[in-house]
C-alpha cells in the first residue's frame, strides 16, 4: 500500500502487482461481470445467477447448498412444513454476528422476509415471498402462515434473493447507505470496492462456519474474455472462469495450471417474445429445426456442453430426455415455405446476446445465424451488456430473439420451465397465453409426483409450439494456478470458499 491507493489499484488493474495466492494469502479472480449492486434481494442483480458467488461471500443465506446442489444448514438449522402444510417453521442458528459485530437476530430473519415479500418493493420474486406470512417468534424459532402454498419456498432459501439482511443497520443507514458500507454474516466482509474496477474483500475473523482459506480475496471485473485470459496467463490474476474452451485446453495443458470443466445447472437458450414474425408457429418452430446443436458443441465449445429440447437440464428434477426437437433443416425450410418465406425471400428479425459473457456466446449466435440463412431467415444480430437484458426483459422490450444465460441452482422446474413461460412471470419473454392454463395450477400443487409429471407436460407443449428455444446445458470452465485447489460448483457459483492452497 505503499505506492498510495491511486497508484495501487491502477498497478492491480494493470496487472503490475503479481498476485502469489500461496505465499501471501491474497486469491485474485478475474471476474466475468460486474458488481451492478451490494443488496443481494432486490433489482435485477438479485437474479442474476452469475453474482451470486460474490453475494454468498459477503452475506449468508438462509438455507444453504453445497455444490453438489444438496441442501444444508444456513442461517436456518432446520426447517419444514407442519402436517397438512399450512404453516412452516424455522430454526435460528445462535452465536451469529454481523460484520459490524451485532448478533444476528429471529428478527433481522423475519425482517428480511418480511422485505422481500412487500408488493412495494424491489425483489424480482416477491410473489414467491409474499406467499409466507404472520411471522411469529419464540426464541430462536420463527413460524409463519402459509398464505398460498408454495413447494419451493425453502428451495428460494438457498437461492436468488434468499439471502438475510441485517435489520437495525439497513433500518440505521438506509439503501444508499447500505451500497457506501455493506454488511453481512458471511465468511468475508466488504474491504474496498471500485465500481466496474474491483472488489477487496477481508476475511470474517467471528464467522460462524468454516475459516476461508485466504486472508484476502479481490474479484477483478473482467468482462472481456480475451482479457481474462491474458490476466491468468500473465499471473495478474490466480483464477478466472467463462473463458473460450479451446483457451482453457490451451492453459490447463501448460506447466503451472490447472483446471476444472463441470456441467453446471445452467442452461442457453433464446427466447422468443410474441411479436411479429414470431407469432407464426412456422417460424418459431423452423428457427428451432435449423439449428444444429450438436455442431455448435462439437465446433465452438470443443464438446463442452450438452444439447437441449426443454429448459430442463439433465440434473433437473423434471427433465425428460424423450422430448426433443432434432435438427431438420429440410422440415425448416418447408415450414418457412408455408408461410411465404425462403432463402432468396428471408424472413428477417432482431436476435440480441452478450457478447463474452458465456463462453463463444457471440460466436454460437454467429454460428445460428449462418445457420438461418441457409433456410431462409435473416437475422440481425445486436450486441449488449447482461446487465441490458435484464432492463430489456423486466420492462417486456426484448427484441424478438434473445439469447440468455439461465441459472436454476434449484433443479425445480418451477424455476425453469415455471418463470421462463409463465407470461405473467417478469422474467418470462414470451407473454401469450398458449401454456397459461397448464401451468397455474402447477404452482400450488401439494402432490409433488402430480407436480412433476405436470410440469413434463407443460415442457412438452412448449417444444410442440415452439415458445423458446433450448440450446444447451452448459459446462463451466474455470483455470487456476496449480498451487490453487478448487471444488467444482454445479450451481456456477464460483466461490472463494471453495478455493484452497494446494
Excluded: C
Amino acid at each position: 500500500m505503499a505506492l498510495g491507493a491511486g497508484g495501487f489499484i491502477a498497478s492491480l488493474l494493470a496487472g503490475r502487482i503479481p498476485v502469489q495466492a500461496a505465499d501471501n494469502g491474497t486469491l485474485t479472480i478475474a471476474y466475468h461481470v460486474n458488481l451492478p449492486s451490494f443488496d443481494p434481494t432486490m433489482g435485477p442483480s438479485g437474479v442474476n445467477p452469475s453474482i451470486q458467488a460474490i453475494y454468498r461471500s459477503v452475506f449468508d443465506q438462509y438455507i444453504g447448498q453445497k455444490p453438489d446442489l444438496s441442501w444444508e444448514p444456513g442461517l436456518l438449522t432446520a426447517w419444514g412444513w407442519n402436517e397438512d402444510k399450512t404453516k412452516i417453521w424455522m430454526d435460528v442458528r445462535p452465536g451469529v454476528t454481523w460484520h459490524d459485530g451485532s448478533p444476528l437476530t429471529p428478527e433481522d430473519i423475519v425482517w428480511s422476509l418480511t422485505r422481500a415479500g412487500d408488493p412495494k418493493g424491489a425483489n424480482s420474486i416477491q410473489f414467491i415471498w409474499s406467499k409466507i406470512a404472520n411471522f411469529k417468534i419464540d426464541g430462536q424459532k420463527i413460524t409463519a402462515d402459509v398464505v398460498s402454498f408454495e413447494p419451493t419456498i425453502f428451495m428460494w432459501m438457498g437461492f436468488m434473493t434468499g439471502y438475510v439482511m441485517p435489520k437495525a443497520y439497513f433500518e440505521k443507514v438506509g439503501a444508499d447507505g447500505f451500497e457506501k458500507k455493506p454488511i453481512g454474516t458471511g465468511p468475508y466482509m466488504v474491504d474496498e470496492y471500485q465500481g466496474n474496477a474491483f472488489l477487496r474483500l477481508k476475511a470474517n475473523p467471528h464467522y460462524w462456519g468454516p475459516k476461508p482459506a485466504f486472508e484476502t480475496v479481490v474479484f477483478k471485473f473482467v468482462t472481456d474474455a480475451t482479457s481474462r485470459v491474458a490476466e491468468i496467463e500473465s499471473g495478474s490474476s490466480d483464477l478466472t472462469l467463462e473463458i473460450p474452451y479451446e483457451e482453457y485446453d490451451r492453459l490447463r495443458a501448460k506447466p503451472g495450471f490447472a483446471g476444472v470443466a463441470t456441467p453446471v445447472s445452467d442452461i442457453g437458450l433464446i427466447f422468443i417474445t410474441n411479436v411479429a414474425p414470431m407469432l407464426d408457429k412456422n417460424v418459431r418452430m423452423a428457427a428451432h429445426l435449423a439449428i444444429d446443436k450438436e455442431a455448435l458443441v462439437k465446433r465452438l465449445l470443443k464438446g463442452y456442453g450438452v444439447p437441449i429440447s426443454t429448459l430442463e437440464a439433465p440434473i433437473y428434477t423434471a427433465y425428460d430426455p424423450a422430448i426433443k426437437i432434432a435438427y431438420d433443416p429440410k422440415k425448416a425450410a418447408e415450414l418457412l415455405k408455408a408461410s411465404g418465406f425462403s432463402p432468396e425471400k428471408p424472413v428477417k428479425f432482431t436476435i440480441q446476446t452478450t457478447r463474452g459473457y458465456k463462453p463463444k456466446d457471440y460466436e454460437m449466435i454467429q454460428a445460428i445465424v449462418g445457420m438461418w440463412r441457409k433456410v431462409g431467415i435473416q437475422a440481425e444480430i445486436e450486441v449488449y451488456e447482461i446487465a441490458k437484458h435484464y432492463e430489456l426483459r423486466l420492462s417486456g422490450k426484448l427484441g424478438p430473439a434473445a439469447f440468455y444465460n439461465w441459472g436454476n441452482a434449484t433443479g425445480d422446474p418451477t424455476n425453469s420451465t415455471g418463470f421462463a413461460m409463465f407470461p405473467m412471470s417478469p422474467h418470462s419473454a414470451w407473454k401469450g397465453p398458449e401454456v397459461l392454463g397448464m401451468i397455474g395450477p402447477l404452482w400450488g400443487e401439494k402432490d409433488e409426483t402430480k407436480r412433476i409429471a405436470g410440469w413434463k407436460a407443460v415442457d412438452r407443449a412448449v417444444a410442440d409450439d415452439a415458445l423458446i428455444i433450448p440450446l444447451l446445458q452448459y459446462v463451466q470452465p474455470v483455470i487456476f494456478k496449480k498451487a490453487l485447489k478448487v471444488t467444482a460448483n454445479e450451481s456456477a457459483a464460483m466461490q472463494p470458499t471453495l478455493v484452497a492452497k494446494a
